[in-house]
């Protein structure tokens, strides 16, 4: 309810906003009104100028009341309340800006100003401002002590307190201390994307006049005490483009490279390095490939140059020009090039670190990593340090986390009333700092949340004030880091470690983003070009590791999404076809393999078939199969037969480095090899039966044939001997 309360008073406060010069009040609609009991009216006041007071200053006042109830706040009395002390500690500081709690009997301090209020009407928020004279302004005996103090303004009204606001003030009697160092870090990144390249419609926007990337170069450039890091993503979405890169998005890099600011580089699409380590990651992330449309680049031989994988997120460019012109088509070094004047800086999100996150950073080649203060501590120590520390043997960059929410509320604050309550902390945040030890100067380092790229709406506004602060000076990331150098005049301090590690659900569910990575990666070996998947895999994993998908629900539908693809490479792109049990019916018959690939590419895959018995010997168990794109294609595997029986055969695909590219399909086959023996006996007796019949006749006839020739001969003599005896016969016997 407190958070939806502020939420509200929120909106009412940007309504006050637009309201009509002299209007007394804005109009809320009916159902900003809130009749619950709980729900308590908002103040929102900090004092001008920064909260920087001098003497013979008046003191201005400013805010609004916020009435979310459904009664209106009777005219009463606001009372404008100072501490004369200094404030020496910076807890006893955020206490009094952020207490527990507050009650009508809480002692604030000396009241300098009673001044009326008007009435605030329900559902409305009113303007109010106060002046307290600079005559009224009495530190006694604290008058020429430097430092904050703290400020009070609480509002009654019908007989009782409405509320109150705190805040404070940097009172400057003109003594004086020596001023803070202060640099600043922002992140140049754009919104949560699952996209491993922003879209050309995207990027024309960010890089055009008012957009999210552009506003932030503007409010930066050449600021000496302000470095920048880097998403390469933005480089490499610029330059992929090439002859279709957006006028806009030229000018932006252009105008960024030619930048005087420190820069250094986040992780691609700053993906958030203490998950992954945590996750197990072997190395920092870093793309493998892109992919290059040769059409965009006319004239460039489309040879692309081979380029080892770095896992350093800075590579130095390493392609060959001419004329100013590439040799060669940009390679994932060339794309993410850039001239940083600090190339192996780690920045995992504040708050993330455990001590094996660190060594694997240095493994990776980045030797300094930026810390946030809630993840590091100095022992006893009475005095904020220099951001430089060595923790145990690593380098790093203590951001002061304090500081840093201060800058972040100022930065992005919906209303002017917010703005300057904002400031006002910060303000006197680094003043404290300044007390502590007001001749030792310290140089400290604060940072722009990372999590709502675009949210700055007030970061001119806010970086001008910072600069306009007299007890705050800037400071360069590289002069920081100089404290690590051999013979500097500033030793680093001694700090150790504060585990602060990830929650265990997001650990969860980053490695099995990484496992869905590795095994799309093993899947990848059937394609010719494995990086066409590899490549898309790496990005897209590296875009949902960003840190500005931090606190969004849209999160885990998009992890989700990635894991089911990268499943569906796995398991579903590339299939054995669904057949009908197979009869065998002679001793050698060859299996029919049908392989299905619904990939944009061709496949080369091996097809291996197990069988669990001796009634099918596989004569060859790997057979190798090219599938062209989002088609079927079928092979052939011999097998023979050695006895009858039903078998089930085990069929599986694999790649040329023998992975697995997807589940073993099982095939039913019944042989029935006998049955080829038996008619081949059936047939031979047949053969033989037609040719002994055959050679039977032939040799019946022949006998036929000569008898039929030999028989006239012989009738011929038969006839002759019988006529010859006849005549004998018939012969007279001489008397």
Do not use: C
């Not at 050449?222 to 890169?245: C, E, K, W």
């Not at 992954?276 to 870093?286: E, F, H």
């Amino acid at each position: 309810m407190r958070l939806f309360t502020s939420l509200f008073a929120v909106a009412l406060a940007i309504g006050a906003l637009i309201a009509p010069v002299g209007a007394p009040g804005v109009a809320a609609g009916p159902a900003a009104v809130q009749a619950a009991e709980d729900v308590k009216p908002l103040l929102t006041f900090a004092p001008g100028a920064n909260g920087a007071l001098g003497p013979g200053q008046d003191l201005v006042i400013s805010g609004t009341v916020a009435n979310p109830t459904a009664k209106a706040i009777p005219a009463g009395t606001a009372s404008i309340v100072l501490n004369r002390s200094a404030v020496r500690s910076r807890a006893d500081l955020s206490s009094w800006l952020a207490p527990a709690s507050t009650s009508a009997d809480d002692s604030l301090g000396t009241e300098v100003l009673s001044a009326p209020t008007p009435e605030v009407p329900a559902g409305r928020t009113v303007p109010m401002q106060f002046t307290v004279p600079a005559a009224s302004i009495d530190f006694g005996s604290q008058a020429s002590v430097w430092g904050s103090r703290t400020l009070a303004i609480r509002i009654s009204g019908g007989g009782s307190e409405v509320g109150q606001a705190r805040s404070s003030i940097v009172w400057n009697p003109g003594t004086g201390v020596q001023p803070t160092r202060l640099g600043l870090v922002l992140p140049l990144t754009v919104p949560q994307s699952a996209d491993g390249l922003i879209p050309i419609d995207l990027l024309a926007g960010y890089t055009s006049d008012g957009g999210v990337l552009a506003r932030q170069l503007d409010a930066v450039f050449d600021q000496p005490g302000i470095a920048i890091g880097i998403d390469p993503r933005i480089l490499a979405s610029i330059r992929i483009l090439g002859n279709s890169t957006p006028p806009s998005a030229e000018a932006w890099l252009q105008r960024l490279e030619s930048a005087t600011n420190d820069t250094f580089p986040l992780t691609y699409a700053d993906s958030d390095l203490a998950a992954a380590s945590q996750a197990k990651a072997t190395r920092v992330l870093v793309p493998t490939s892109f992919p290059v449309d040769p059409a965009q680049f006319p004239g460039i031989p489309s040879a692309t140059p081979t380029a080892t994988p770095t896992t350093t997120p800075n590579p130095v460019p390493t392609a060959a020009t001419t004329g100013g012109t590439a040799e060669v088509l940009p390679d994932p070094v060339s794309l993410q090039a850039f001239e940083y004047s600090l190339p192996a800086v780690a920045w995992p999100a504040s708050g993330s670190v455990v001590e094996a996150d660190l060594d694997g950073f240095e493994t990776g080649g980045l030797t300094t990593t930026i810390l946030g203060s809630g993840n590091v501590g100095y022992g006893d120590l009475d005095y904020t340090p220099s951001s430089a520390a060595l923790v145990g043997k690593h380098q790093t960059l203590v951001t002061d986390d304090g500081l840093s929410a201060y800058l972040d509320a100022a930065a992005e604050a919906p209303t002017p009333a917010l703005w300057s309550k904002a400031m006002s902390d910060l303000s006197s945040a680094i003043a404290v700092i300044s007390l502590e030890r007001p001749a030792a100067a310290r140089t400290l380092l604060a940072t722009f949340d990372r999590s709502r790229p675009g949210a700055d709406v007030r970061l001119t506004q806010t970086l001008t004030a910072l600069a306009a602060l007299p007890w705050a000076s800037s400071a360069s990331l590289s002069e920081v880091d100089s404290a690590f150098a051999s013979g500097s005049a500033v030793l680093p301090a001694t700090a150790t470690l504060v585990p602060r590690p990830e929650s265990a659900d997001r650990i969860a569910t980053v490695t099995k983003l990484l496992a869905a990575e590795a095994a799309a990666g093993s899947f990848a070996s059937v394609v010719n070009d494995p990086t066409q998947i590899t490549g898309e895999r790496r990005l897209g994993l590296l875009a949902l590791l960003s840190n500005s998908w931090t606190g969004d629900d849209a999160w885990a539908a998009e992890t989700k999404k990635y894991l089911a693809k990268s499943d569906r490479f796995v398991t579903k792109s590339v299939t054995i076809a669904r057949s009908s049990a197979t009869v065998f019916t002679s001793r050698n018959s060859p299996l029919p393999i049908t392989v299905t690939n619904d990939l944009p590419w061709p496949v080369t895959v091996y097809v291996t078939v197990r069988s669990p018995s001796n009634i099918i010997t596989i004569d060859n168990d790997r057979v190798e199969l090219v599938v062209e794109a989002q088609s079927q294609a079928k092979t052939t595997v011999p097998v023979t037969s050695n006895a009858n029986g039903p078998v089930t055969l085990t069929v599986s695909l694999s790649s040329a480095t023998n992975v697995q590219v997807t589940a073993p399909t099982a095939i039913d086959v019944d042989v029935q090899a006998q049955w080829e023996t038996a008619f081949t006996a059936v047939v031979a007796a047949l053969v033989l039966g037609v040719f002994g019949f055959g050679i039977y006749r032939t040799i019946a006839k022949r006998r036929k044939a000569k008898r039929a020739k030999d028989a006239p001969a012989d009738a011929d003599q038969t006839n002759a001997d019988q006529t010859n005896a006849s005549s004998a016969d018939e012969t007279p016997t001489a008397p």
